[in-house]
C-alpha cells in the first residue's frame, strides 16, 4: 500500500500579507466590548446585617440616648436654682462636673441600687483591645533585667552627699497636696481641722474636696475599688473622662491613687501623658507616679515591670517627664543608688530632644549636688547632644566647685567629668581645660584621673587650635578640611615651589 501522505501545517496561522492586511496586529479593536452590567436600584437586594454588627448600631443608639437624658435630667434639677448668690455659687460648684453626667447615667446613677463602676467596664473601647497594655503576656511578671545589686561600699560613699533623713523620706503624693488644701480652708474658716495621719484608713474614707456631689463621690470611690484589684481588661469610662475635667486632680484623689495596682497605675499614665498638656501632665508624674515608684523600690527593693513602662510612657512628653519626676527627685536630694540606675535605665531607652535634654543639663549642674545626680548627668552627656555654649560652661563650673572640696568624690562623679571631657573637649574654653587640669590634681582617682588629663592634653579649645597646646603642652592639631577627608593622598608628600616652575610655551597670535 501507498504510505500515506503527511499533511503539513503551516508554521505560522497567517501569512505574511494576511498579517499586514490583519487591523487586529496593529492593536486595532475589531470586535466590540461587552457592555458591563449594571445594576438597578429597584433590582438589588438588600444585604441584611450581621447579628453583631445589628447590636453594636442598637447599643450605640441607646447610648446616645441615655445621654440625652441624663442632659435633661441636669437641666431640669438646676433650672430651679434662684438668682442668689447661692445659687450662683451652686452653679460655678456644678459647672466641672458637666463631663460626668452621661458617665454617671451609663454607670446605674451612682445611688444605692445602681450597678456600680464595674457596670461600664465591658462596654468600653479601649486601644489595647483588653491587653491591659502591656507587651505579650509580661502583665504578671516582675522586670529581671533590671534587678540592681547595690554594693555597700558605693552607698556609703553616696550616703555622705545625701540630704539629712534621705532613709526616711516620704515623696510628697496626690492625696498629701490634696489634704493641705483643705486643712488650709478649714484654718481659714475657723472650723476643725481634720486628724492627722497615723489614723486607722480602714475605719473611715478620706476627707472630700469641696464642691463634689455625693452621687460624685460615691461613683468614683468605687472606681477606685476597681482600681486597686485591675490586672488586665478594660478601664471604666469614668475613669477615661478624668483627664478632660477641670478639677481633675480633686476627682483623682477620690480613687485613692495609692492603692491602685501596679497595672491601674501604667493604664493612668497612658491615660494621663496622652490627654493632658505638659503642664498639668507634670503635675500628674510629680503626685501620682513619682511617689508609687519610690515607694516601690523602697519596699520591694526592685521595680514593677508595669511601673517601669509607665516610666517609659512618660517619656513621650520630654518636658513633663524632666519637670515632673528626675528634677524633683534631684532637688530633695534623697535619691538612693538603686533609684538611681533603674531611672538611668529609662534614659537610656527613651529618646528625648536635645532641647529639654539641655535644659536638665543646666538645671542639674546648677542644683546643690547629691551623689546620684552624676548618674543623670553621665547618661545625658553619652548621648553625645550639640549642647549649647551656656550648659557646657555651668558644666564646667559644676566640676570646679569641688575643687576645694573637702570630702572623696564618688567614683561616679569621675566617671561623668571623664565622659564630659570626652565628648566636649573641643567645645570648651581654654581658661576651662587649665582650670579642669588643675581639678584633676585636687580630685584625683587612680585610674580616671589620667584618662582626664589625656583627654585635656588632646583638646583644642573653643575657637583656637592653638589653645590646647597652650592649656595641655600638647602639640596644636592641624585643622583639615572637612571636605578634604574623602580625597585620595597620592602626591600628598610633593612639595611645588611656584618660584621654580618650567616655562610654558605660548602660541603665537
Not at 11 to 24: A, G, N, R, T, V
Not at 82 to 101: I, M, S, V
Not at 341 to 368: C, G
Amino acid at each position: 500500500m501507498p504510505k500515506k501522505a503527511r499533511v503539513r501545517k503551516p508554521k505560522h496561522s497567517q501569512s505574511l500579507h494576511e498579517q499586514i492586511e490583519d487591523p487586529e496586529s496593529y492593536g486595532v479593536r475589531t470586535k466590540p466590548r461587552a457592555e458591563k452590567k449594571r445594576r438597578r436600584a429597584d433590582d438589588e437586594e438588600e444585604e441584611l446585617l450581621d447579628v453583631k454588627l445589628s447590636g453594636r448600631i442598637l447599643k450605640a443608639a441607646r447610648e446616645q440616648q441615655q445621654e440625652l437624658d441624663a442632659e435633661e435630667l441636669f437641666d431640669l434639677d438646676h433650672d430651679d436654682d434662684g438668682d442668689d448668690e447661692d445659687g450662683q455659687q451652686q452653679k460655678r460648684a456644678a459647672d466641672p462636673q458637666a463631663a460626668l453626667r452621661a458617665a454617671l447615667q451609663k454607670i446605674g446613677g451612682g445611688g444605692p441600687g445602681g450597678k456600680g463602676p464595674a457596670a461600664d467596664d465591658d462596654s468600653d473601647d479601649d486601644s489595647d483591645g483588653g491587653r491591659g497594655g502591656l507587651h505579650g503576656n509580661d502583665a504578671d511578671e516582675q522586670y529581671e533585667e533590671e534587678e540592681v545589686e547595690v554594693d555597700p561600699e558605693d552607698e556609703r560613699a553616696l550616703a555622705a552627699f545625701l540630704a539629712p533623713g534621705a532613709a526616711t523620706y516620704r515623696q510628697t503624693s496626690l492625696a498629701d497636696l490634696i489634704v493641705s488644701r483643705l486643712r488650709e480652708r478649714q484654718a481659714e474658716q475657723g472650723l476643725a481641722q481634720l486628724a492627722e495621719d497615723g489614723d486607722d484608713p480602714d475605719s473611715a474614707p478620706g476627707p472630700v474636696p469641696d464642691g463634689l456631689e455625693p452621687r460624685v463621690v460615691e461613683v468614683y470611690r468605687g472606681v477606685g475599688k476597681l482600681l486597686s484589684r485591675y490586672t488586665a481588661g478594660k478601664v471604666p469610662k469614668a475613669f477615661k473622662i478624668i483627664p478632660n475635667l477641670r478639677n481633675w486632680e480633686d476627682v483623682l484623689y477620690l480613687t485613692d491613687p495609692d492603692s491602685w495596682s501596679v497595672h491601674a497605675v501604667y493604664q493612668a499614665t497612658r491615660l494621663f501623658v496622652s490627654n493632658l498638656n505638659a503642664r498639668l501632665a507634670q503635675r500628674f508624674l510629680a503626685l501620682v507616679l513619682l511617689p508609687r515608684v519610690r515607694a516601690e523600690i523602697r519596699q520591694h527593693k526592685r521595680l514593677h515591670f508595669a511601673l517601669f513602662q509607665a516610666l517609659r510612657k512618660a517619656t513621650y512628653k520630654p518636658g513633663a517627664f524632666y519637670k515632673g519626676i528626675l528634677l524633683p527627685l534631684c532637688q530633695t536630694r534623697t535619691c538612693t543608688l538603686r533609684e538611681a540606675v533603674i531611672l538611668t535605665s529609662v534614659l537610656k531607652r527613651a529618646s528625648l530632644p536635645v532641647l529639654h535634654s539641655a535644659a536638665a543639663l543646666l538645671r542639674l549642674a546648677q542644683l546643690e549636688y547629691c551623689g546620684t545626680t552624676s548618674f543623670f548627668m553621665r547618661v545625658l552627656l553619652d548621648k553625645k547632644y550639640a549642647l549649647p555654649y551656656r550648659v557646657i560652661d555651668a558644666l564646667v563650673d559644676h566640676f570646679v566647685r569641688f575643687a576645694d572640696d573637702e570630702r572623696q568624690m564618688p567614683v561616679v562623679w569621675h566617671q561623668t567629668l571623664l565622659c564630659f571631657v570626652q565628648r566636649y573637649k573641643h567645645e570648651i574654653r581654654p581658661d576651662d581645660l587649665r582650670a579642669l587640669r588643675a581639678l584633676c590634681s585636687k580630685q584625683h582617682h587612680y585610674k580616671v584621673s589620667p584618662e582626664v588629663v589625656r583627654e585635656l592634653d588632646h583638646g583644642m579649645g573653643r575657637g583656637a587650635g592653638g589653645a590646647a597646646g597652650q592649656a595641655g603642652g600638647a602639640a596644636p592639631m592641624a585643622i583639615q578640611d572637612p571636605g578634604a577627608a574623602g580625597l585620595s593622598k597620592v602626591g600628598a608628600n610633593v612639595v611645588e615651589n611656584v618660584r621654580d616652575m618650567p616655562p610654558v610655551p605660548m602660541l603665537e597670535d
